[in-house]
Nanobody, 125 residues
Framework: QVQVVESGGGSVQTGGSLRLSCATS????????MGWFRQVPGQEREFVAT????????NYADSMKGRFTISRDNVKSTVYLQMNSLKPDDTAVYYC??????????????????WGQGTQVTVSS
């Protein structure tokens, strides 16, 4: 079992920045990849970025490239999402998730088994 807890959400104005954190605990040695997703009420969960736990290899949604950066600190067992140049369309609940089975840097949320409770990000114009 892996536990995942997000933090760092909040309210910012357009053009602002936020850094989300995702702390993991439990069997962290079994983690292959960590992903960030986001969801707006009434819409499907959207892929943001993913990172390979060991090597640090990353993959981003096209719309996030250049604005968002995913990183990890293996010592702290924590994954980060640095979000810059935020827009109102970035308003959503952001979720962190762990993959301990498939090992693929995938954007498909079905390939992640452990999810946090989410953290709200609100960007005002």
């Amino acid at each position: 079992q892996v536990q995942v807890v997000e933090s760092g959400g909040g309210s910012v104005q357009t053009g602002g920045s936020l850094r989300l954190s995702c702390a993991t605990s439990g069997r962290t040695s079994s983690i292959y990849n960590m992903g960030w997703f986001r969801q707006v009420p009434g819409q499907e969960r959207e892929f943001v970025a993913t990172i390979r736990w060991s090597a640090g290899t990353t993959n981003y949604a096209d719309s996030m490239k250049g604005r968002f950066t995913i990183s990890r600190d293996n010592v702290k067992s924590t994954v980060y999402l640095q979000m810059n140049s935020l827009k109102p369309d970035d308003t959503a609940v952001y979720y962190c998730a762990a993959d301990t089975i498939f090992g693929s840097l995938t954007s498909n949320p079905s390939f992640y088994q452990y999810w946090g409770q989410g953290t709200q990000v609100t960007v005002s114009s």
